[in-house]
């Protein structure tokens, strides 16, 4: 019995993990090989933790090929928990400096391994992410409200409300969002909010996929409950942002001890390598 060639190992091989994770998480990877003798054996790494991170790890196994085969099955998976979107895993055969055969990569997690064989692509094309609610960076007074993807992450955002708090000073405040590359001048996306903002009021603003979104704004004798205007921002569909990309405020007219309150926003989120 024999394998495919790209599945073939040599003595002294490894069987090596590549992972990245958005939360902590207890995983294993075995392998089994059939060797040119006939006598199968198994490569192990397990139980060895990831982080949260989003940072690359490797893991390999201590034990090495004993003579030349061919890997007939393996699989990587968690122990315990993790949901679609938290891990992604590629397992390869490791001669010491580079990998001789990639066995299986795609998202493991909760009663979800991945198998010899299986490619899932990192991102949105392998299927759904993680979805996370985020409470974002709380600015200090006179300061603009910024976001960015983490590095080896994807998103898409699907809501974002922020609230600014108006001082006394007597000016009109003018709230935009921004969506861009990390470059100021590449913005992807832009809406204003029409309706100003004045001493002593409160303005939150939402902003949500699919749906129009109302802003509210309360204070000077008004309530939260009390409609001033309502907007029709709808985020794109096709807007996914990558490492580096920022979700940010620019207000015109900020005053000195005007706040804006940390964002809430719910992204979906794909980890990649």
Not at 1 to 6: E, F, L, Q, S, V
Not at 98 to 114: D, E, H, K, S, T
Not at 160 to 178: E, K, M
Request: charged share 20%; with cysteine.
């Amino acid at each position: 019995m024999t394998g495919p060639a790209r599945y073939r190992i040599k003595e002294g091989d490894k069987l090596r993990t590549s992972t990245i994770a958005n939360t902590v998480l207890t995983c294993d990877t075995v392998a089994t090989i059939l060797y040119d003798d006939g006598k199968t054996g198994q490569l192990r790494i397990p139980d060895f933790a990831v982080v949260d991170t989003r940072t690359l790890e490797d893991f390999q196994s201590t034990d090495s090929a004993r003579m030349d085969g061919w890997v007939v099955d393996a699989y990587a998976g968690v122990k315990a928990n993790g949901k679609r979107g938290q891990c992604f895993a590629q397992v390869v055969i490791w001669d010491g400096s580079q990998f001789r055969a990639v066995l299986c990569r795609g998202y493991i997690y909760a009663l979800r391994n991945i198998s010899l064989g299986e490619f899932t692509e990192p991102g949105p094309g392998g299927g759904e992410g993680f979805i996370r609610t985020v409470t974002g960076t709380n600015p200090a007074a006179n300061a603009e409200a910024s976001d960015a993807v983490p590095s080896n992450a994807i998103w898409k955002l699907l809501s974002y409300s922020i609230v600014l708090v108006a001082d006394a000073n007597a000016a009109n405040r003018t709230l935009r969002f921004v969506i861009d590359d990390g470059a100021a001048a590449n913005r992807r996306w832009v809406t204003e909010d029409t309706t100003a903002i004045t001493a002593g009021q409160t303005r939150t603003r939402v902003i949500q996929r699919g749906y129009k979104a109302a802003m509210n704004i309360g204070g000077s004798g008004l309530t939260d409950t009390d409609t001033i205007a309502s907007i029709t921002d709808t985020l794109p569909d096709d807007l996914v942002m990558v490492e580096a990309y920022r979700m940010r405020t620019i207000t015109p007219g900020l005053q000195a001890t005007d706040n804006y309150a940390a964002p809430i926003f719910q992204v979906e989120e794909w980890l990649v390598l």
